[in-house]
């Protein structure tokens, strides 16, 4: 007898896809649950790390941040190829108050997630109106011709760059800080792509003119989401440069492009959830194979291929869908 | 029917010279109407006519070359669309647009989020879902039935020519323009379509519609525009319209 699979919805998914009606402790624990995992995973775990795995959350945490701007760029149709840019500016700006003007962490985060914010957005509107490849192209060369503009004129400490910047009070601050934001990031995200908000920026993704012809100014959305986008990762270059109490060059390498991509792309896009999961899987992972010297990269890009072959809708859909989903056999009459 | 009734109220939309060229080719050249409130105009032509070329122009989706567009007095001619929608002019799209990975009712809750909609209901206009479920089955999406609330890319054509309708009333314009609405549908999908745009114009809603349907819209119109490379080679009431001589040499072909 030829069997097939079958899915079937657990109970409180298959009422409504987004009213709850909670009537049990059980389903109120199960919708809990997922949202509980990296609350516990990212705030509790802390304490628990020894102080190496400490400082890989808090890169990890730095290059989430990255893939979730990337993430949220995304959904509205811009397809991003330089987060260093926003990781850039965010230091340049956080450092220079620091180093310039004396201004304490304190201040000089905020400012900078700010400032660099709106830094970022002023230079991409005008390109904000490509789509798809042109528009990746053009964040593609944006930060090699900003480190470019900073070792030609030497401004902002040229090739040197800014040192001995004010570190954190201690790590824990550093620490709980990334961590914080990185949550609130990811809830505040995903609460404003559920709701109407969301709903036209997914819209502008889907069809821009339709978008148009229902009386919408696109085109100010589209620089709402690159703001947002653009805040986020300037936050986490105004941190990483507090962090290393440096700003430099350094803040435009591609790496700060490329893995939160590659961190969109396993942990699967649209749900910010997500690059949150591959960020945790690729940049501890990469830390490990760093046992393997040159190695490293081979067994880092099999990794990859095999992932995104294996699982082209990423780790957290498919995770997602078990989660939702209960599969059985079922056999065909 | 109400001509006499129409031909006392104020004019709505005027067109003057409108003309547009893409590269060598005279896509819409020197057009000029009016349209008075409650009026239903129907454009008809050959494919390539420019009719749709006509309404991206009005809409602000294309800049003219010459002319001008005035609504309610108001030159409207290089307003973007955004912009133009604001003012209540509303349109449907040819190639039906839906958003495709959206449920039926959630394609609507974009119009209804626009500043002109908020605006009107004065900042409460209540659940967007609700109000959007309301307006599908003004539509003859069938109420309490799940086709509300399936993904627009599973939807059969009929059903996105509804939503594509839909979505423009959700903006509660004063002027709906129409390209080719018809077009697709089959004789009994359009005879359930004809009374909703009866009620429009009950309303008050002044329409243009752009049809290859002529017996239906013939039926419904007021006045008929014909358009053939780019120009107007008639206008007036559809019976005369049909009897000229350049309409039947360009419309219907030279045999007629």
Redesign the interface.
């Known amino acids: 007898m030829p069997k097939r699979k079958e899915r079937v919805d657990r109970g409180i998914k298959a009422r409504s896809e987004d009213i709850f009606a909670l009537s049990s402790p059980r389903e109120m624990l199960y919708l809990l649950l997922p949202r509980a995992i990296p609350v516990i995973g990212l705030l509790g775990l802390g304490p628990f790390l020894t102080p190496y795995w400490q400082e890989i959350f808090i890169s990890t945490a730095v290059y989430a941040l990255l893939a979730l701007s990337w993430d949220m760029l995304v959904s509205v149709g811009l397809l991003s190829l330089g987060q260093s840019l926003f990781y850039g500016i965010g230091s340049y700006v956080a450092g220079s108050l620091n180093h310039y003007f004396g201004i304490s962490v304190l201040f000089t985060i905020p400012l900078a997630t700010i400032l660099g914010g709106l830094l970022s957005t002023i230079v991409l509107l005008p390109v904000s109106r490509l789509r798809g490849i042109y528009f990746a192209m053009v964040t593609l060369v944006l930060p090699l011709m900003f480190s470019r503009l900073v070792e030609a004129t030497r401004i902002l400490g040229g090739t040197e760059g800014l040192t001995g910047l004010s570190p954190f009070p201690n790590k824990w601050v550093a620490y709980y800080l990334i961590q914080v934001v990185l949550l609130a990031v990811l809830f505040g995200f995903r609460r404003i792509m559920a709701s109407d908000y969301g709903l036209v920026i997914r819209a502008i993704n889907d069809n821009d003119r339709s978008v148009m012809s229902a009386g919408i100014n696109i085109h100010w959305h589209k620089a709402q989401v690159l703001f947002l986008a653009a805040a986020v990762g300037s936050f986490a270059g105004a941190f990483g440069t507090h962090y290393d109490m440096f700003a430099g060059m350094p803040g435009f390498a591609l790496d700060y492009s490329i893995m939160p991509i590659a961190a969109a792309v396993v942990g699967g896009t649209g749900s910010f959830a997500g690059p949150l999961v591959g960020a945790f899987i690729l940049v501890p992972l990469s830390e490990i194979l760093r046992a393997l010297g040159a190695l490293r990269i081979v067994f880092y890009g099999l990794f990859l291929v095999v992932f995104v072959v294996a699982l082209p809708e990423g780790i957290f859909h498919y995770m997602q869908r078990k989660y939702h989903q209960f599969e059985r056999w079922v056999e065909i009459e | 029917m109400g001509r006499n009734r129409i031909e006392k109220t104020s004019i709505l939309l005027a067109v003057s010279g409108l003309s547009k060229s893409f590269g060598g080719v005279r896509a819409v050249s020197g057009v000029t109407f009016e349209l008075r409130q409650g009026e239903l105009l129907g454009i008809i032509g050959p494919n390539g006519s420019g009719k749709t070329t006509l309404v991206n122009l009005i809409?602000g989706?294309l800049k003219p070359g010459t002319g001008r567009v005035n609504y309610r007095g108001r030159d409207i001619t290089r307003l973007?669309?955004?912009k133009i929608?604001?003012l209540g002019i509303?349109?449907t799209?040819q190639m039906v647009?839906?958003?495709?990975?959206?449920?039926a009712y959630?394609n609507l809750?974009?119009?209804?989020?626009?500043?002109?909609?908020k605006a009107m209901a004065g900042g409460k206009y209540g659940e967007?879902d609700s109000v959007a479920l309301d307006l599908l089955e003004e539509v003859g999406f069938e109420r309490d039935s799940y086709v509300s609330?399936k993904v627009a890319s599973s939807l059969p054509q009929g059903y996105l020519k509804r939503l594509e309708l839909a979505?423009?009333m959700?903006?509660r314009p004063d002027l709906l323009i129409l390209d080719e609405l018809f077009s697709g549908l089959s004789l009994a999908e359009v005879a359930s379509i004809v009374p909703i745009i009866e009620k429009l114009r009950f309303q008050g809603k002044t329409i243009v519609m752009i049809e290859h349907r002529l017996k239906e819209l013939f039926r419904i119109a007021d006045r008929i525009m014909v358009l053939n490379y780019g120009e107007k080679i008639a206008e007036g009431p559809s019976d005369e319209v049909m009897e000229s001589e350049p309409v039947k040499k360009a419309y219907l072909g030279s045999e007629t």
């Open positions: 809409t989706f973007a669309p955004y929608v604001g509303a349109r799209f647009r839906p958003f495709y990975q959206l449920p959630k809750v974009v119009p209804l989020y626009s500043p002109r909609v967007r609330y979505k423009s959700a903006l």
